[in-house]
Structures are given as C-alpha cells and as structure tokens.
C-alpha cells in the first residue's frame, strides 16, 4: 500500500531525479513504412517500423507465425487499404503495462474506458470500442483469431504490438467487424527468461476551495492536504527454451496483478455528490454546489397526514416535528478505484512437422477477483404502508397522530411513508471472473506460395458477483408488512404470519429511538444476492491462400501475381445466466446458436513499378453466413483499391458492407425489476409538504396510450411520489426477435513519406460509418416524453397499462432494432524521426522522435426509433448524451533519445476539445424545457493533459522507466451528481474522459536473460 504524503515536494523531486535518467517515448504509429533509400533514418523510439506490410524476410523465414490485419491474404510487403494505426510494447509501458485499457483509452479512434473506476459486477472487464458505437461493434482478435472483448485476458507484457483498424470487415473475419478491429499480436515463442514489474500510485493535492466550502456548509468532512495511494502492483515473467534443433519450443509465462481501493472520501472532487441547486431553496434553480452526501438519522423519518416527523429523541415513542438538525452526515465509502486481484497464466507451443507443416497451440487463462467494493444502503423505506392501530410498538400519542380515533383499534390507518437507518447498513461485494482461451494451429505448405491454415479456438467466460443486505424487488411491500403486528400471547408479531399469506415475516419496530432493526428484521428486509453468467465460443477455422504469379495468373502490367484466401469457419455460441436471492430478478436461461460461414478475398496488384503507377492494386471479399436462427442467409463484402504514382505517396479507400449478429442480445433471457420508479405523469403525483409536486398531464395529453375510463380510474391511484415517478416492472435484456443490424462504411486516405524530408510519414483517412437497424437498449428513460408529448408511438407501444385502472404495468426496455446509428471523420497521423545531424551539426546531439494522432468526428447521429426524429451528441455531453462526444481528440508526444546513454526522455500531450450541456441543443429530443438552465455546467472547456516518461537501460538486459501522467494534476470538470437536476455521474464528472484520481506515477523494470 503507498502511504500518503502531505508534500508536493516529494513529487517534484521525483520528477527532478528521474529527468536525467532516459526515455522511451510514448508513439503511436499510422503506417509509418520505411521506403528504399531511407534506411539511415533513426528509430524513433515506440514506433512500429511497419503498420501494415509484412517484412519479407520475416515471412520467408516464419511464415507459419505472419499475422496480417486485415486479410488473410499472406504475401510479402503486403499493404492494407484500410486504416491501421499500430500501438507497440514502448507505448503499453509507458502507460503501464498492468492496465492496457488505460492505454488504449488515450487513443482518440477509441472510446474511453472506465477500467478499474466505479461500481461494476463484471470484474473490471475491459471491452474496447471504436468510434463511440459500443464495444459489441469492435471485434477483438488475438494474433488474428476471435477472442472475447475484454483485454483482461491478453497478457500486457507480451504484446509486441496491437493493430487498430477502422471500418467494416465482416467479409473477412465475420460478424461484430463493424466499427473495426482491434488485434493483439503476442509473443509466443521465447528462449530465456523476461521479467517485468512496476509500482504506480495516484497522487491529488486536494485544496479546491469551492468542493471544501461546498462539505462543510452541508455539515460533512472533507479530505486536505496532497493524497497518495491507490497502488498497483504488476509482476510478469515469461521463460522458453527450444529442443530439437529449433523445431520445438515450448514457452509459459504468469502474471500477478492488484490494485489498491481508492474511496470516494479520499478525493475532494467525489468526496461530496454534488447538487446544481439548493436543496432549501429549489426555486432558485441550478445556481449553486450543494453537497448532498448520505446522511442518517437516528430517530428515522415518518410522513403522517402530510406532516414530516421523527421520533422523540428520549425513546418515549412520540412523534415529534422532523429536524433536519438530527441527521448524521457520513462519507462516501463507494469505490472511486475498486480493489482488484488478477492472476494471468498461460503457455504456447510450437512445433515444426514433417512436409514442412507447423503446429502451434496456446492456453491462457485469467482470474479475477474484485473484494470490498462497499456501498452504503441508504436505508429501508416505503412510500405507502398503512399501520394497524392495536399495533404494540406504537405509543398512544403515535397511535393517534396515525390513526386518530380509532387509535387501539384493529382498523388499519391510512397508508404512512416510512425511512428507517440501522447504523452499518453497509453492502459487501464480491465478484470474481474466470477466463480461459485454448487453441491449435496447423499450417503448412499445400504448393509452392500456396499454403493451408487449420485451427480451433475455444474460450468460456464465467462472471460471478455476490453482495449481503441487498435491496429485495419487493422490499417496500415487506416493509409495509413487517409495519403491521399484533401481539399474539404477548409476542410481537406479524399480521401476515398470523393469517399465513407471509409465514416468514419479522416484526420491525420503527417507533422508537432505543431500539435499532433487530438481525432478524434487516435479515427479513433485505437479502444476499448471487449471479452467475458463462459465455462460451468454439471455432473451427479452415484456410487456403497463396498467391498465384508461378501460375501465369497476374497482371501483364504487374510484377506481382494474384493473391487469393478461401476461408471456411464453424461457430457455435452458448450463453448463460442466473440469479439467485436477491439478484434474482437475474432471469435464468441458457441459449445456444451456430453459424456455418464460408468466404474469399482476392487481392489483384494491376500495374507496378510504371511511371506514374508505382502500385495500383484492388482487393475484394466476400462472406456468406448462414446462422440457425435465421431462415435467410447473411451477406457480407468489401471492396477497396490503392494507388502510388510514385515513391511517398500512396492512396487508398475501401468499401464495406458489414453484419453483426446481436447473439447475446438475443440469447440473454429477460430481466424483471418489479417496483422500479418509472415517470408516468398520467398518474396523479404525490402533493408534497411545500406544495411544489409535478403537475399530472390532461386526459388530451395522455390520450394517446390510455382511454378515458382508464384515466379517470387512475386519478385516485396514490402510488406515485412527488415528482411523477410510480412503481412498475421494468423489463430489460434480450429481445429473440432481434434481427441482424447492417452497416455500410467507406474509407478514403492518402499516405506522405516525402524522399525531400527523410523520416517523416504523415496519413490523412476519411471514414464513414453508417448502421441500419441499429440495434441497442431501448433508452426508457426517454419514453414518457416521446410517446406523450412528441406523440412517437414506438415509445408508447413501450408501456403495458393495466386495462382497467390504467395503471403503469410495465415499461419494456429489452434490445430492439431502432432506426440508424451513422458517423463521420478525418483521422490525421504524423511520426517524424529527426537526426539533428542532417542539418549540419557537428556535435552529437542526440535524435528526436515526434509524433501526432489525431482525429476530428463530423457527424454521429442516431435514431433511436423508426421514422422519429435522429439526433446527435457531437459536441454535447450530460442527460441522453451522458458521456461527452467531443469533436476533435488527439495525442502528442516528442522523445529525446540522448547520446550520452542509452535512454532518453519524452513529454506526450493529450487534448479533448470543449463540449456543451446538451441541454443546449435546438433538437427537441435534447433540448431543454422551457424556463430550465444549466448556468454552472453550460459547458466543458478544452481539455490538455501533459505525461512525461523516462527509461534507461542500466546494464544490457535489464531496462527501468518512469513515468508521469497527468504531470500537473489537473482537476476534472465539475458536473454534478443528481440525475433529475444535475447530469448523473457518481463523480461529479465524466471519469471516462477526464482523471478523476490525480497524476499517475509509475517506476517499472523489464530484464531479459
């Protein structure tokens, strides 16, 4: 664990001893290709030498293990028509090679990832996505074979590199390939020993006047001085050896990864939930930070006949008037980093056969457990729940306040709202996920250049979390029942155990300060809770490819012959859940597809090596899928064609027409979450003391999804609270009628590696993406609005009414094909390898390495329903938006390799351009309504965040490195935390985007023996 330290010195100092030290500078790489005659460039550092050509010799030598994304045509110098920017293991390091989702998140082609942050069941599981379209339209692969989304399972220390491609490529490796691919290449064949390790923690001074003004107005305590913690702790090895002359090598690494728990309270930016507006003073509107943390009252909260009360503080079993004075303030004790245990172990084989065949195979397997993410139940209350008046807790003056006179009686009261607290009402977590990936590979020569890959892969995901003192889905009605006893041979005891409808019902008594919700009470209220969830993949892969020159089958006017890959592939899929206890609502099922696929590419080099044509070449492919669950087949193709008139320059696009088959949307059985508060303003809501409850719509208003008798018989329904929010089922999960969503995407570049300015490689691409039938969760929280203010009957085909009292039964939020989902943008890439020297200087200097990736969105528009009107979050962020869409995102860095030691140093920036409230959008979906502003939080400026790293190498083998993220610990954005007044984030910001935890130090070493 790292100890705090009260001292910003320290960290500079850390910084000052280590400036000295070297670098290995933080690159991104876009095709950046060394051409003939630029051999005396320098490496920059951290930068692929090739991103998308094989080398040659590395194919003749080893073609078994080539690994080209994007085809799966092999041949030397082979080049990809579509966009891939290639991250290498310089990168990882200097990001950390314990979290390369962390890493990857820096790139502005990827969505961010949360990671470790928050509250999750998954275990830390870290998909990636592309282009903001989720993380179901990027599929992953692991040195070019399917592989479950989640990087967890990739061992960080061995990646030599991860190709980023962008747009469709279903015709190639089938459905998901919509937004692009993401393929981790790894080492799987070593001779010695490789260790890495690294320690990193986060650092926060907190000293925000406004967040401490903010908690301490509002009664709480707040953090001071400078944070340190948050550990993480990375160890890997890895050893091989080769028997046989070479033919045989057997390799195996594991790796132990943890990371320490940060909590809300240790940061004064999520110390306090923040408020846009007073609590004392709503009227005012969003014009001030309130902090608005949990708070406890001792003596509970009771609302009787309109009146807020308390109990006496004497445990006399009076009411008195609620004193707001009374309640305890207590600090968020949620997870602002979980603690996480991972274990990562695996081994590879390779083996070269007689007839010149090769057998490679591989297991990994990942274990995680997540331990402590605590959470703080905020108490157990009910809206509604009347009393009977003989009831033995209750004092007489209680007893009449409820009942009046027929206090004594066994008549039943009007229904009472109750909030109750019991001191450590804490809920404990526990999740844990097992992951496992096995594989064989054969491969090997059928002809000459023609050659044959045979492989199977199978892969189980097995995610289960547990959690004590859960909220049960019919809590509020136990509560109410637990609220009714009558004393049987002077035994408290409940009436619904009396007359055998609830056998197991434990009396609560509510009604006095001496006594706290006894065991068996809180037992009965609440529950532990357990789920379970297996996902399983086999595939069997058959490929045949070559190139066809020997053959006579090429171009008159190319050196080069036809390329070509025929690919067969079985898929079977199989999806489990299950909830039990108080996660039961976790609908059990076990669903089951397959898919039978077969397919080819062709690559066709046209003319070569001509004036003004140095390459001209096209590629196709072609998939047909045919899926059990659908009668017709699945049609899936490319088109894409490159152009170089000349050495350095080199223009590419590419056509797509790509699938992705919803399996876990369709095979996830439904989930149902009784007593879920869902806006339903046709009902009447709740008066409210101040007299400031919504106002319920007209009978014309709703008369779109009700008839007259049903709304006239919900005008005496009192279910509902103040704000318009009733209980109903909330219905989510997966929908078996899903059909497959479909996308077009092109893709439009040019590539500069100008002869005038050696070492300088710069891309422009131009990509659009667009997805019909779009298929996503419903976003129910939109619905009341759009069905009965914008008339949109999908959203009102989304309520299910009871059709008698017309009361809310269900609102069904379950996966559905919605209109489109379509995007647009210019990625921009430049690596510049610099050697002083070729501008005359005679001292040896050292040499430079710069590099920029940038990437401006145009467009991202949705449609969420058929024929309704599409919006857009480009530029917005908050409510319907949540996470920020900026336009432009890019990373920069410079690297300095220094001549005197073998090392260096590197500063990286990263920027994110300003966003606005969306609640500023002219579109009526976001718009805000009439007389609401959003004065604090209007709007999110540009973002600049500044690393810095540093490695040398102490002895030959044996490498440290250091480094600084978030070098001047920028504080975040604030936000606000309420999501009916404010913009809904557990920390006050979008942690997605911008770091909530501090700067990042970490000190690593890597030894090879």
């Known amino acids: 664990m790292l100890k705090s330290s009260n001292r910003n010195w320290a960290v500079g100092a850390s910084l000052v001893a280590f400036m000295w030290a070297g670098v290995a500078s933080a690159q991104v790489a876009t095709e950046a290709t060394a051409e003939p005659g630029q051999d005396d460039v320098p490496a920059v550092t951290g930068v692929m030498a090739s991103t998308d050509k094989i080398d040659a010799k590395q194919e003749k030598a080893d073609p078994g293990d080539v690994i080209v994304t994007g085809t799966r045509i092999v041949r030397p110098n082979m080049t990809s028509n579509a966009p891939i920017t290639t991250i290498d293991a310089t990168y990882l390091k200097e990001r950390g090679l314990a979290r390369v989702e962390d890493a990857l998140a820096q790139l502005p082609q990827i969505t961010p990832m949360l990671g470790l942050q928050g509250s999750s069941w998954t275990s830390g599981a870290a998909p990636v996505g592309l282009r903001n379209l989720g993380a179901g339209r990027t599929l992953t692969l692991l040195n070019g074979q399917r592989m479950d989304n989640d990087v967890n399972i990739v061992p960080g220390a061995l990646i030599e590199r991860i190709d980023i491609m962008t747009g469709g490529a279903s015709a190639v490796y089938g459905s998901d390939a919509i937004a692009g691919v993401v393929n981790f290449i790894v080492k799987r064949k070593f001779n010695g020993i490789a260790f890495d390790g690294e320690v990193s923690g986060f650092n926060h001074n907190n000293n925000s006047p406004l967040l401490a003004k903010a908690a301490q107005d509002a009664g709480y305590t707040y953090p001071r001085g400078s944070y340190l913690g948050g550990g993480n702790y990375y160890a890997s090895v890895a050893a091989g050896h080769s028997f046989l002359d070479d033919k045989l090598n057997i390799s195996a690494f594991a790796t132990y990864k943890r990371a320490d728990p940060i909590q809300f309270r240790n940061l004064d930016t999520t110390n306090?939930?923040?408020?846009?507006?007073?609590?004392?003073?709503?009227?005012?509107?969003?014009?001030?930070?309130?902090?608005?943390?949990?708070?406890?009252?001792?003596?509970?909260?009771?609302?009787?006949?309109?009146?807020?009360?308390?109990?006496?503080?004497?445990?006399?079993?009076?009411?008195?008037?609620?004193?707001?004075?009374?309640?305890?303030r207590i600090q968020r004790v949620d997870s602002v980093q979980r603690r996480n245990e991972q274990m990562?172990?695996?081994?590879?084989?390779?083996?070269?056969?007689?007839?010149?065949?090769?057998?490679?195979?591989?297991?990994?397997?990942?274990?995680?457990?997540?331990?402590?993410?605590?959470?703080?139940d905020g108490g157990i209350w009910t809206s509604a729940a009347p009393i009977n008046c003989d009831n033995p807790f209750l004092g007489q003056q209680q007893a009449q306040a409820i009942c009046g006179a027929a206090a004594g009686t066994t008549a039943l009261s009007a229904p009472i709202a109750a909030w109750l607290f019991r001191p450590g009402m804490i809920q404990n977590f526990r999740n844990t996920t097992s992951d496992w990936r096995g594989s064989l590979n054969l491969s090997g020569m059928i002809v000459d250049k023609i050659r044959f890959e045979l492989s199977y892969q199978q892969t189980r995901n097995i995610m289960?979390?547990?959690?004590?003192?859960?909220?049960?889905?019919?809590?509020?009605?136990?509560?109410?029942?637990?609220?009714?006893?009558?004393?049987?041979?002077?035994?408290?005891?409940?009436?619904?155990?009396?007359?055998?409808?609830?056998?197991?019902?434990?009396?609560?008594?509510?009604?006095?300060?001496?006594?706290?919700?006894?065991?068996?009470?809180?037992?009965?209220?609440?529950?532990?809770?357990?789920?379970?969830?297996?996902?399983?993949?086999?595939?069997?892969?058959?490929?045949?490819?070559?190139?066809?020159?020997?053959?006579?089958?090429?171009?008159?006017?190319?050196?080069?012959?036809?390329?070509?890959?025929?690919?067969?592939?079985?898929?079977?899929y199989r999806n489990q859940s299950k909830g039990v206890g108080a996660w039961s609502t976790f609908t059990t099922f076990d669903g089951r597809t397959t898919v039978r696929e077969i397919g080819g590419e062709i690559d066709i080099p046209l003319v070569e090596n001509k004036p003004f044509f140095k390459e001209l070449s096209v590629n196709g492919g072609y998939r047909i899928s045919d899926y059990d669950i659908y009668e017709k087949l699945i049609h899936s193709w490319k088109a894409e064609a490159s152009w170089s008139p000349f050495d350095g320059i080199r223009f590419r696009g590419s056509y797509n027409r790509a699938v992705r088959v919803g399996v876990q949307q369709r095979l996830e059985g439904e989930n149902r979450y009784p007593n879920t508060l869902m806006l339903d303003l046709c009902a009447p809501p709740r008066a409210a003391s101040n007299g400031q409850e919504a106002q319920r719509y007209t009978f014309d208003q709703c008369s779109i999804g009700m008839t007259r008798a049903q709304y006239d018989a919900l005008s005496s329904y009192t279910g509902c609270d103040t704000n318009g929010f009733c209980p109903t089922t909330l219905v989510n999960g997966g929908n078996p009628d899903l059909q497959p969503e479909r996308s077009r995407s092109k893709t439009l570049g040019v590539v500069f590696q100008p002869r005038f300015i050696p070492g300088l490689t710069a891309s422009v691409d131009w990509y659009d993406i667009n997805i019909q039938g779009a298929f996503e969760w419903t976003r129910i929280g939109m619905a009341f609005n759009q069905c009965y203010d914008n008339k949109v009957q999908f959203f009102c085909n989304l309520y299910q009414r009871d059709p008698q009292t017309g009361r809310l039964l269900v609102a069904d939020a379950r996966y559905n094909n919605s209109g489109y989902t379509a995007t647009r943008g210019i990625d921009f890439s430049t690596n510049y390898a610099l050697d002083p020297k070729r501008f005359g200087l005679k001292e040896n200097i050292g040499t430079f390495g710069l590099n920029f990736n940038g990437t401006l969105t145009t467009k991202f528009e949705r449609q969420f329903a058929p024929n309704n009107t599409p919006w857009s979050c480009l530029g917005y962020f908050g409510f319907a938006c949540a996470d920020p869409m900026p336009r432009w995102r890019h990373v920069a860095g410079v690297n300095w390799q220094l001549p005197w030691i073998k090392g260096g140093l590197g500063f990286t920036w990263r920027y994110i351009a300003g966003t606005d409230n969306s609640k500023l959008s002219s579109n009526p979906i976001l718009k805000a309504a009439p007389g609401q502003t959003y004065p604090l939080a209007n709007r999110i400026p540009a973002y600049s965040y500044f690393d810095f790293n540093t490695n040398i190498t102490l002895v030959k083998g044996i490498d440290v490195r250091f480094n600084v993220q978030n070098l001047f610990d920028k504080d975040p954005p604030l936000i606000g935390f309420d999501t009916s007044y404010g913009i809904g984030q557990n920390f006050n910001t979008f942690p997605t985007y911008y770091t909530v935890r501090g700067r990042t130090m970490r000190v690593g070493i890597s030894a090879r023996f």
């Open 272 to 328: 306090c939930p923040l408020l846009m507006f007073d609590p004392n003073n709503v009227a005012a509107g969003n014009t001030k930070w309130t902090c608005n943390g949990t708070t406890y009252n001792p003596y509970s909260y009771f609302g009787v006949n309109n009146q807020d009360l308390s109990n006496a503080r004497d445990g006399s079993r009076t009411f008195r008037p609620y004193d707001s004075n009374d309640e305890q």
């Open 344 to 376: 990562n172990a695996g081994g590879f084989l390779s083996a070269d056969l007689p007839a010149g065949m090769r057998l490679n195979g591989s297991f990994l397997y990942t274990s995680i457990v997540e331990r402590g993410a605590n959470s703080l």
């Open 464 to 572: 289960r979390g547990y959690s004590d003192h859960m909220w049960l889905p019919d809590q509020e009605q136990r509560l109410a029942r637990g609220l009714q006893v009558r004393n049987v041979n002077g035994v408290p005891t409940c009436l619904s155990k009396i007359d055998g409808s609830d056998p197991f019902c434990q009396p609560v008594d509510a009604f006095s300060s001496n006594v706290s919700i006894s065991d068996a009470a809180y037992g009965y209220l609440t529950a532990d809770g357990s789920r379970r969830q297996q996902n399983d993949l086999q595939v069997i892969n058959g490929i045949v490819s070559g190139t066809l020159e020997d053959y006579g089958l090429k171009s008159p006017f190319a050196e080069n012959g036809i390329g070509f890959a025929i690919t067969g592939e079985y898929r079977k």
